[in-house]
């Protein structure tokens, strides 16, 4: 006989699952914009958060007040995160559900969720090398080309600035960011569309478009290097969600890549 736990898992899970979703879909609780909201409004507000803050930089006559206001980008996207998060929270009661249900159960017997991330971690390396030379050879030619100081923007914030990036930002960031693309629109952009490819097509080009802008540099290598440097891990990420349907593991994965993100652009 299930555990209570287990029934609960199983409950969460059938709740953000394809048929509870068409079910919603088909019953008008479930339309186009909260989906397509979402997957774009995340880029758009951060590119929105970053112009700001540059107008505040011109103000105080800062130089180059566009690439400063960019490295402050571990601060300023926590504020992107609560909006989708406050985002998320009205789709979802018009939907009839809660906000932690598109993290769906967490499974931490015998720290089954736990190995899993590592294991997509471990995936994820040899996938960031190969976007890496995918990216580089695109957008200028071979990897040789690359000038990294641009592709990182490695900078230096005040101490409470880097305090903050390597304890909240990547906090919220990961799991923000996964509920966003995987637990709400992807599943939802699949029974809209009627086409798993489509919807994995739409969810990754804007997933790796958000990576151009942080920070945003208006360079076209640049940002066609970023957005296929990402590509391969996303890839990975969202057909492994599509095969398990649950965030946890995904989450624990997403956060040593932000951990080091953070370490590699903002501390030296």
């Known amino acids: 006989m299930p555990s209570v736990n287990e029934i609960a898992s199983s409950a969460a899970l059938e709740v953000n699952g394809s048929i509870a979703i068409q079910n919603r879909v088909a019953a008008g609780r479930i339309a186009w914009i909260g989906p397509l909201f979402l997957v774009c409004g995340r880029s758009l507000m951060w590119l929105m958060l970053q112009t700001l803050l540059a107008l505040f930089f011109?103000?105080?006559?800062?130089?180059?007040?566009?690439?400063?206001?960019g490295q402050w980008w571990s601060v300023y996207c926590t504020l992107g995160d609560?909006?989708?998060?406050?985002?998320?929270?009205?789709?979802?009661r018009k939907e009839g559900i809660r906000l932690r249900d598109l993290i769906g159960p967490i499974r931490m017997r015998w720290g089954r969720d736990v190995f899993l991330g590592l294991g997509l971690l471990a995936l994820s390396f040899p996938l960031f090398i190969a976007g890496g030379n995918l990216a580089g050879w695109v957008s200028y030619g071979s990897m040789a080309k690359v000038p990294m100081e641009l592709v990182w923007q490695r900078h230096t914030l005040p101490l409470w600035a880097t305090v903050y990036s390597l304890t909240v930002w990547w906090l919220v960031n990961s799991a923000t960011e996964e509920m966003t693309y995987q637990g709400y629109v992807l599943p939802r952009l699949e029974r809209l569309t009627g086409r798993t490819w489509v919807a994995v097509c739409i969810v990754g080009f804007w997933w790796a478009a958000q990576h151009c802008i942080i920070p945003f540099i208006p360079d076209w290598r640049y940002l066609v290097y970023r957005f296929f440097m990402m590509l391969p891990v996303l890839v990975l990420m969202m057909l492994t969600y599509l095969r398990i349907r649950r965030l946890s593991p995904i989450i624990l994965a997403h956060w040593p890549m932000d951990i080091a993100g953070a370490i590699l652009t903002g501390i030296h």
Do not use: I
């Open 58 to 69: 011109l103000a105080l006559h800062r130089p180059e007040p566009w690439r400063a206001a």
């Open 82 to 92: 609560l909006g989708c998060l406050a985002g998320m929270k009205y789709f979802t």
